[in-house]
């Protein structure tokens, strides 16, 4: 449905059993973010706090905790969005089909930002008005989690040409000052840094505005993976089914629909930010970024505050990704031949592991098939807008692969065919997550590429090996087909050594974790583990290894997902 405004969607929601009032007055502080952390593991209701500790501007939060709830916030534009990308897709088949074209085309006229005069609702507020939202023990201070950042071009500015992202938002705390600095945490590969670094270059600043709140769909579309040369002002159109309405006010551009709207300016210099409990499961600790000097702040006169809490996934946010999967459908892998399917693994927090199919068609009258074809697509894959953050990139020939979404499926499949003598593919020094600690180095770290192909080549162990660990490691325990989970504190060398001297048929992966009780007990602790606390380069080691020409090769592999001293803390409340 095209919403209009925020109030609007809520009142729907309302009417619809989709909604829960909480008339006590909460605080920010944590326990409002308990609240809709309770709500959101039960898969409830979104729910509006009408009284919020020490702001008069109520809060709702939890509007697409549900793929269900999502799907009917914007029941009236998913297909419409779907046809259009399809269109984009397969154009000959708008031919084949003009009339459903033209209505496509149609919908399509409500891409086209419209300029209107700054509306009389808005008020002028400070900062400290604003709910002070702190989800975390140990964050900060108060943050923004449902912004959208809007900056332009400064050598080729205009709305057409404009960034609209999600980027976290410090509103207090450490070393900002109160009403006049805020803290913006942007990470690698985002369209704002493109244009921070154009406006140094050029020597002016960077005028930037935040908009809180609005039509769902300018929420949603701050997180859309677009094109670069697509602004999210003309998604947020179609999607909501209403031109995006925006006014120019001393250089700063407002949105006419928002409920809250921030201006102000980027600093060429750094301040600290964080810690911030964050979508992998753990802090992002405090690093210098740049900070945003306030210069006005906006607010409807019946102005709510949306806002989510991430942590370990799957969490509110998760939504966002299955909606945008249902929307695009197969757009990625139209744009990368040879491409089947792609899965960024929500278990893992999206960025840390992908898994692939791809098609194998290099050499179609070799009857033993061996990856290459599949290493192009991965390498395109590694190429390709946020993906090329990925650390795991787990990639299989078409030939009779299970659903991408089947993870347990997958691995199975992978592991049955994989030869790790030939197919570990490993990346060094290269770029990965902000978010992501597996590294020393903010921002820097490694990828592997393991692409499978071919007949099976060894059957997985199901049941648990009989083994008498060497000192310092306790327990062993199958996580599932072929994958083995060892927990202990001692050196892996003596590890290696007592394994490469008994018999592992059928154990093709082996992970060394803290507890490897709890990451057998679900296949969804051990994505989370295994991949967002390893580093490729690093942790990586293997039974028999070799390196022969600069490639490493081994007969098991083990991944050291063990926490280390650099790695960030795990959120606990």
């Given amino acids: 449905m095209g919403y209009s405004s925020l109030l609007e969607c809520i009142k729907d929601l309302e009417k619809n059993g989709h909604l829960i009032r909480i008339k006590e007055e909460v605080d920010p502080n944590i326990d409002?973010?308990?609240?809709?952390?309770?709500?959101?593991?039960?898969?409830?209701?979104?729910?509006?706090?009408?009284?919020?500790?020490?702001?008069?501007?109520?809060?709702?939060?939890?509007?697409?905790?549900?793929?269900?709830?999502?799907?009917?916030?914007?029941?009236?534009?998913?297909?419409?969005?779907?046809?259009?990308?399809?269109?984009?897709?397969?154009?000959?088949?708008?031919?084949?089909?003009?009339?459903?074209?033209?209505?496509?085309?149609f919908y399509a006229l409500n891409a086209l930002p419209k300029k209107v005069s700054l509306p009389k609702y808005f008020e002028e507020i400070s900062i400290s008005d604003l709910p002070q939202i702190k989800c975390w023990p140990d964050d900060g201070g108060s943050f923004i989690t449902l912004p959208q950042v809007f900056s332009e071009d400064v050598n080729n500015p205009g709305i057409m040409n404009s960034n609209l992202g999600m980027y976290r938002i410090q509103i207090s705390g450490n070393d900002y000052i109160k009403n006049e600095e805020i803290g913006i945490h942007y990470q690698i590969h985002r369209g704002i840094g493109i244009h921070q670094k154009r406006a140094i270059e050029k020597g002016v600043p960077l005028k930037v505005s935040i908009f809180v709140g609005g039509p769902p769909a300018h929420t949603f579309s701050s997180v859309m993976p677009l094109p670069d040369n697509m602004s999210e002002l003309t998604f947020a159109g179609i999607l909501g089914a209403k031109r995006f309405r925006y006014s120019v006010v001393d250089g700063y551009t407002i949105s006419a629909d928002a409920d809250f709207v921030i201006c102000g300016e980027i600093s060429n210099d750094l301040k600290p930010e964080g810690p911030f409990g964050d979508h992998l499961g753990y802090y992002s600790l405090k690093h210098d970024f740049p900070y945003l000097k306030v210069k006005?702040?906006?607010?409807?006169?019946?102005?709510?505050?949306?806002?989510?809490?991430?942590g370990r996934p799957p969490q509110e946010d998760s939504q966002f990704g299955k909606l945008i999967h249902a929307m695009t459908g197969s757009a990625v892998e139209n744009e990368i031949p040879g491409l089947k399917a792609v899965n960024a693994v929500d278990d893992s927090g999206v960025h840390p592991l992908l898994l692939a199919i791809g098609s194998e068609r290099y050499t179609p009258y070799n009857p033993t098939k061996v990856p290459q074809e599949l290493l192009t697509i991965a390498n395109h894959?590694?190429?390709?807008?946020?993906?090329?953050?990925?650390?795991?990139?787990?990639?299989?020939?078409?030939?009779?692969?299970?659903?991408?979404?089947?993870?347990?499926?997958?691995?199975?499949?992978?592991?049955?065919?994989?030869?790790?003598?030939?197919?570990?593919?490993?990346?060094?020094?290269?770029?990965?997550?902000?978010?992501?600690?597996?590294?020393?180095?903010?921002?820097?770290?490694?990828?592997?590429?393991?692409?499978?192909?071919?007949?099976?080549?060894?059957?997985?162990?199901?049941?648990?090996?009989?083994?008498?660990?060497?000192?310092?490691?306790?327990?062993?325990?199958?996580?599932?087909?072929?994958?083995?989970?060892?927990?202990?504190?001692?050196?892996?060398?003596?590890?290696?050594?007592?394994?490469?001297?008994?018999?592992?048929?059928?154990?093709?992966?082996?992970?060394?974790?803290?507890?490897?009780?709890?990451?057998?007990?679900?296949?969804?602790?051990?994505?989370?583990?295994?991949?967002?606390?390893?580093?490729?380069?690093?942790?990586?080691?293997?039974?028999?290894?070799?390196?022969?020409?600069?490639?490493?090769?081994?007969?098991?592999?083990?991944?050291?997902?063990?926490?280390?001293?650099?790695?960030?803390?795990?959120?606990?409340?």
């Fill in 32 to 105: 409002i973010a308990t609240y809709h952390l309770d709500e959101f593991r039960k898969q409830g209701k979104a729910l509006l706090f009408e009284n919020v500790k020490g702001s008069k501007y109520p809060a709702v939060s939890n509007l697409y905790g549900t793929l269900e709830r999502s799907n009917f916030i914007f029941r009236d534009s998913i297909n419409k969005v779907k046809k259009l990308i399809n269109l984009k897709i397969d154009p000959i088949n708008g031919f084949k089909n003009p009339l459903s074209s033209l209505q496509s085309a």
């Fill in 296 to 310: 006005k702040v906006l607010a409807k006169k019946n102005a709510i505050w949306p806002f989510t809490v991430v």
């Fill in 381 to 573: 894959i590694l190429g390709t807008g946020q993906l090329s953050l990925a650390k795991y990139l787990l990639i299989v020939d078409d030939d009779n692969a299970p659903d991408i979404n089947n993870k347990k499926a997958f691995f199975k499949y992978l592991l049955e065919r994989v030869d790790w003598s030939r197919d570990l593919h490993f990346q060094t020094m290269t770029s990965i997550d902000t978010l992501d600690y597996s590294s020393k180095t903010l921002n820097e770290g490694s990828k592997v590429i393991i692409a499978a192909a071919g007949k099976l080549k060894r059957n997985l162990k199901k049941e648990n090996p009989s083994l008498s660990l060497p000192k310092y490691f306790s327990n062993s325990f199958i996580v599932t087909e072929g994958i083995l989970a060892i927990d202990g504190t001692g050196d892996i060398k003596s590890l290696i050594t007592y394994l490469e001297s008994v018999s592992l048929d059928g154990i093709a992966l082996i992970t060394l974790v803290d507890d490897a009780k709890f990451v057998s007990e679900d296949f969804s602790n051990w994505l989370w583990i295994c991949f967002t606390r390893s580093n490729p380069s690093h942790d990586i080691y293997g039974l028999n290894s070799k390196t022969i020409n600069k490639h490493f090769s081994c007969s098991v592999p083990i991944i050291d997902a063990r926490i280390k001293e650099h790695h960030a803390p795990v959120l606990i409340r």
